[in-house]
């Protein structure tokens, strides 16, 4: 009988350990191959790793929007909460006054202009504020300067009504604007 060299040996080893890897690690022979980029395959193509990026970066994107909503309704109810009266027209939204009945509408609104919420038939009208502390403003906006700081007992003539503001007229003279929804008509 003739005998078998140890390179034969050695060789039929090393083919047979290529197949059962090969097989093993393609999942025929019970190992998982994995999905591409998972743990069990930390390979991926360029391909599938871009789409993978730009599907979670979208939904990233879409949470963030969602999140964004919240927090602006959010801040809008803390403002009102805190009496402050939401304009829409600045860009933080807000008017800032100290304290007050928040969610109540006074008699200032009415018939003015189109889209206008401080009414031209209260122009001549006595009025004061009705939160705790309200700001008389320069000229119509949250961002102009603040004049004074009025209270309910202030009493005042509404002398113009541009768009959501009252210029109005001190007993001493000063003249300002107040927003028109923090303004009682007598």
């Known amino acids: 009988m003739k005998r078998i060299d140890w390179k034969v040996f050695l ?23 994995g ?3 998972s743990r069990e395959d ?7 790793a871009d789409s993978a990026i730009n599907q979670k970066v979208t939904d990233m994107d879409a949470r ?14 803390l403002a009102i909460l805190n009496g402050d009266v939401i304009d829409p027209g600045t860009s933080d939204g807000t008017d800032s006054t100290d304290s007050g009945a928040a969610g109540s509408t006074g008699s200032g609104s009415g018939s003015g202009s189109s889209g206008s ?3 031209q038939a209260n122009i001549g009208k006595t009025a004061n504020v009705k939160s705790d502390v309200v700001n ?8 102009s300067n603040i004049k004074k700081k009025l209270t ?4 005042f003539t ?16 000063t003249v300002g604007w107040v927003f028109w929804n923090l303004v009682v008509v007598r």
């Open 152 to 155: 309910p007992s202030d009493t």
């Open 64 to 77: 963030i929007k969602t999140l964004e909503a919240k927090i602006q309704n959010l801040e809008n109810e």
């Open 11 to 33: 060789l039929l080893g090393i083919i047979v350990s290529v197949a059962v890897g090969f097989l093993y690690g393609t999942g025929i022979l019970g190992g998982s191959s």
């Open 117 to 119: 919420n401080a009414s």
């Open 136 to 143: 008389l403003r320069e000229s119509a906006s949250t961002s």
């Open 158 to 173: 509404i002398t113009k009504a541009d768009k959501d503001w009252y210029q109005v007229q001190l007993s001493d003279g």
């Open 42 to 48: 930390p390979l991926a193509t360029v391909g599938y």
């Open 35 to 37: 999905d591409p980029g």
